[in-house]
């Protein structure tokens, strides 16, 4: 059955992935309610879009928006709490609260104001496999064990889930992104500060890791297509491709034209570095750049970053663009919100040896 939308409430919408979804509906004619904390973020990323409202609110207070869901038929739930989770520390409560609690505060507000369609962005982070082992949506990752972010991605596809049991009614779909990047990543993510940096020529080396890349405007096509034509209480991965570390800044460099490092940092120094962070964090009250959380979590999914694209390809026609294609779009947007000087990147100068 084709599924289509009129109105579309969007959350997280000043986000990476929110921002580049609320594009793409708006150039399919949809009207979109964009949820956001603020609404000057909001006027920053949009400017004055046609057909898009502003809502101004926060997952921590659904209650406080749940009346502009009245009218809408459709519910991408794109927001989640991420980047405290690995800044040194415990975040559960948070993470919880957002990710978990506030999904079903949301999902009920949605079928109290007759919202019948639900996208949910869930992440690789639920699913798992061997090392080197490539991933479908099948191999779900028990929640036992888990780091706290991947746990509560789990446990909100879960409670998904078990809104789509309770209301027959309802239409729901999940879509699971890998690490995105590309423009409009304002915040920034870790994705964008990864970039920011590699252009800055702040990255001091290589470390051990591996990522499944991918756009996230791949991925906001991969939500409104998992609506029109995706099955009901099915997963798709979003995830994009695999790639070492050492490679991906090979292409930021063939893309950019700065050099990149080329000192590989052993594990070892990863770890004597975030506990220093986290100190240095206790110390001063302000987050870790690299946490131990975040170390551990580098080490446990190396080489865990092999997803198996076959049925978001089949089911959805799904496809990705290269990766130099994104980074090149992600470098432009921000020379061009001044973000990164116009010049930046034309120089081959080095990162720190």
Known sequence: MARDTRIAFVTGATGLLGNNLVRALLAEGVQVRGLARSAEKARQQFGDLDGLDIVEGDMEDVTGFARALAGCDTLFHTAANFRDSYYGGSHW??????????????LTAAHEAGIRQIVHTSSIAVVDGKKGQVVDETMKR????ADDYYRSKILSDQTVMAHLDRHPDTFGVFVMPGWMHGPGDRGPTAAGQFTLDFMRRKLPGIPPATFAFVDARDVAQAEILALKQGRRGEHYLAAGRHVAMAELMQLYEKTTGVAAPRRRIPAAALWLIAGMQEAVARLTGRPALLSLAAVRNMRNEFDHSRFDPTKSQAELGLSFRPMEKTIADEVAWYRENGMLPAEAGLSGSAHPA
Do not use: C, E, M, S
């Open 93 to 106: 409560a948070k993470l919880k609260a957002i990710n978990v609690d506030a999904t079903a505060r949301l």
């Open 142 to 145: 028990p929640a036992r064990g």
